[in-house]
Structure formats: C-alpha cells, structure tokens
C-alpha cells in the first residue's frame, strides 16, 4: 500500500511541476508579447508627429494616444487588444471556442482637422463586427448596399453604408479603397468616416 502512495504522490508532484513550468511558460510569453506591442505601437504613432502618451488600459489592451498630430488628423487614438491570453489555436467549440479564437485586434480613431467630405462606411457584413457595424448603420438610418464579392475566411460580402445626408463619395473611389485595404491585410474588418 505505501508503494502505491508514493507512486501516486510522485504523480502529484509531477503534475504540479508541470503545471508550474507551464505557467511560467505562458507568463513569459504573455509578458514578452506586451512589451513587443508597447514598442511597436510607440514606434508606429511617432509618425503622425506630436507628442503620444501610451497606457495600459487592461491586462491585454494598450491604448496610445497622439494629442497633435500632424494633419490631417486632429487627435489619434490606437487601441490595440491582444488575443486573450494567447489561446487562439485551442481546439474549443462553440461560443467559448470562438472568444478564444479572436485575434489580436488594432482599433484607430481619429479626429480630423476638417469634416470630411463624405461619409461613409466600408465592411464585411460577416461575424461580429460587421453585425456591430450594420447595426450602427441602421441607428444611423444610412443607404446600405453590397459592393464588393465576400472577403477572405467567411467575412461575408463587402458593404457599404452612406449616411443620408452628406455627400455622397464616388462609388468607384471607395471601391478602390475597399480593393486597397483588402490587399493590404486580410485582417481589416472595417474603414469608417463619419
């Protein structure tokens, strides 16, 4: 019996250092993305000039702001959000499987120093960002209408919103932005000018 239990408390043991090296592990890696990211978004907001103040707003989200940035941007705001805990390649199913399964993400913001001179929205009508973006173009009561063929991974088909009202941008100018952002990053979800 004494040699059953201390094969079992060898197993326990084990178990713990294993869990405690992967812990480690991931905390480590988690720690190493942070500060990768924190470099790179200062880097990347050091060319729209004027000062940028960064903070960590949560554990995986570090927003920089640029308060006088060069024109045409009045203040720039980028939010970038890190993948939960870096789990995106877990093979969980359903709803928690696809919260796992989000990307890390880079939101901009920006006040211009003049109105633009139309308005305008551009996204895949597919997961939960187009749901989020079609809802705020029905609040806004805009035009909406298919433009362009389905994104790449299942993003749906490519939409366009014009808030009535303003001035309505060539079609074929934002098509051509559409085109541009899609060949740039299979990853833009959505462009917005209001």
């Known amino acids: 019996m004494t040699g059953q239990?201390?094969?079992?408390?060898?197993?326990?043991?084990?178990?713990?250092?294993?869990?405690?090296?992967?812990?480690?592990?991931?905390?480590?890696?988690?720690?190493?993305?942070?500060?990768?990211?924190?470099?790179?978004?200062?880097?990347?907001?050091?060319?729209f000039g004027?000062?940028?103040?960064?903070?960590?707003?949560?554990?995986g989200t570090l927003q920089a702001?640029?308060?006088?940035?060069?024109?045409?941007?009045?203040?720039?705001?980028?939010?970038?959000?890190?993948?939960p805990a870096g789990l995106a390649r877990l093979p969980v199913p359903g709803r928690l499987g696809r919260r796992l399964r989000?990307?890390?993400?880079?939101?901009?913001?920006?006040?211009?120093?003049?109105?633009?001179?139309?308005?305008?929205?551009?996204?895949?009508?597919?997961?939960?960002?187009?749901?989020?973006?079609?809802?705020?173009?029905?609040a806004l009561r805009a035009r909406v209408s298919e433009v362009g063929e389905p994104g790449r991974g299942g993003r749906g088909p490519l939409v366009l919103a014009e808030t009535s009202g303003a001035a309505v941008a060539p079609r074929e100018g934002l098509l051509g932005i559409a085109r541009r952002i899609d060949e740039l990053s299979a990853e833009v979800r959505r462009v917005a000018v209001r």
């Open 50 to 59: 004027g000062a940028a103040s960064t903070r960590w707003v949560s554990a």
């Open 65 to 83: 702001r640029v308060e006088a940035a060069a024109p045409p941007f009045r203040t720039l705001s980028l939010t970038a959000r890190l993948d």
């Open 102 to 138: 989000a990307r890390d993400r880079l939101v901009v913001q920006s006040d211009l120093t003049r109105a633009p001179r139309a308005e305008f929205d551009l996204f895949y009508a597919g997961g939960p960002a187009g749901r989020a973006a079609a809802a705020e173009a029905r």
């Open 5 to 47: 239990s201390g094969t079992l408390a060898v197993l326990a043991a084990l178990a713990v250092l294993a869990f405690l090296v992967a812990w480690f592990w991931h905390r480590a890696r988690t720690a190493r993305r942070r500060r990768m990211l924190g470099a790179w978004l200062a880097g990347g907001v050091e060319v």
